[in-house]
């Protein structure tokens, strides 16, 4: 029996019972025959609100054994799936503040049966001023037994919400079991409910304080139930920012790079490379941004970032070394965009196995080696400038030592300077 028969059921059987009292005139135990109906009435919801929140547990374990192991069903947005881990403050973030099952169900019932109470006396009342055309004792009556119908009715209709709203508490707690995060497409899946109705129901409950904390995440997805783990939303949050600024930046720089390249004086073949060899740059940050920053690839690649700079800086000083980097343009960079790619391919979410894992340490491997001849070819373009400065340091060292003004020749002068003549 659902708690809208019960309710109504009640409200017969009271209804019922000042009707046999009013005929018979006998008023004496009619105040407790209503009592017990509404203890009995009481009594029955609680138990359909126990079979019902028995009933939400059985759901949302079905629903979780329905999903495939590989399943993004009831996956958080991407930069929240961290928060999974975060540390609970209770055994049960949801229930950590005591809501009664009960709750709003006192104002329902007691609400409807004042309803009934001075809802039948306004209508004696109306049928008598309609039948006296329109006598002012009467009206009088009706207006006063009138506003007490209405106030008891909206007392009965704000109970009724409370309770509902309790008992969607208990059922969307179930739901929520013992984690931190509760994700709004989890209860959607779980009751059948839409989107409009979950998010609704649980700002009701947290501008009702029925939890100790609550926040969502800024598209209204997921519900933090910890501060610990509101805390680490925000700090995601805050990295994703700086991501796509940091990534606007790189786009201007990389912009900017190549306008200052089309605007130099360098060959226009060395202009055509170190274009194309910073729009290979761009594509490593692209790749980058698409794997976590705690990820040991994601390190990798900023330090071939790096060195790509270095070497892109070097020509443009040394346009005579840009042969030495046409090698590695015409090769290397486009095999390394082809591993970047199929890495990010492999990292998709839900791709998992053991094939899967052996790629991307074969690839993470790969970047190991392609570093390291960057780093040699960075180290080649630098020699002949290593050269002259060598050569340099040579020739101003025997100048000043023919001028004396080394630290050897310094002393032989202050010796000879000594010796008596």
Known sequence: MSKDDIVFGTI????????????????????????????????QIKSASNTATENAKKANGKAKSNLEPNSTEYEMPRHYTNIQNAPAAKDTPFFGKRIKR???????????VGLIFTGIPALVFLFLWLLSRMNPFFL?????????????????????????????????????????????????????????????DLKKMKNKEFFSFAEFDKDQTTLM???????????????????????????RAAKKAQSEIADSDLPEDVKALLAEGHAYLLKVRNYNDEIPDTEL?????????????????????????????????????????????????????????DNI?????EIEDAMDVINEAFENLLDKLFEDTAWDVSSDISVMKTMMAQDGLTGSDLQTEKEKEKVPV
Do not use: W
């Open 357 to 361: 894992l052996s790629t991307k340490r």
């Open 140 to 200: 009088g009556g009706l207006i006063v037994f009138g506003i007490l119908a209405t106030l008891l009715g909206i007392l009965s209709a704000r109970g009724g919400r409370l309770h509902h709203l309790a008992e969607l508490y208990f059922q969307y707690g179930a739901i929520a079991d013992d984690e931190p995060i509760l994700s709004v497409e989890k209860i959607m899946q779980a009751t059948g409910r839409s989107r409009s109705k979950v998010l609704s």
């Open 297 to 353: 690839m994601s390190q990798k690649l900023y330090q071939l970032e790096n060195i790509m700079k270095r070497i892109f800086e070097q020509v443009k000083r040394n346009p005579s070394s840009a042969k030495e980097l046409r090698k590695f343009m015409t090769y290397y960079l486009p095999t390394t965009d082809k591993l970047l790619a199929s890495y990010c391919e492999v990292c998709a979410p839900g791709a998992t196995g």
């Open 12 to 43: 017969k059987e009271i209804t019922n019972k000042v009707n046999e009292a009013i005929q018979s005139q006998q008023f004496q135990n009619l105040g407790e025959q209503i009592r017990q109906s509404v203890e009995s009435a009481t009594s």
């Open 102 to 112: 009960t709750l709003g169900l006192g104002s329902m019932i007691g609400g409807t």
């Open 225 to 251: 139930l910890t501060p610990e783990s509101y805390q680490q939303y925000l700090d995601l949050e805050a990295q994703r920012i700086a991501l796509e600024t940091e990534k606007i930046e790189s786009a």
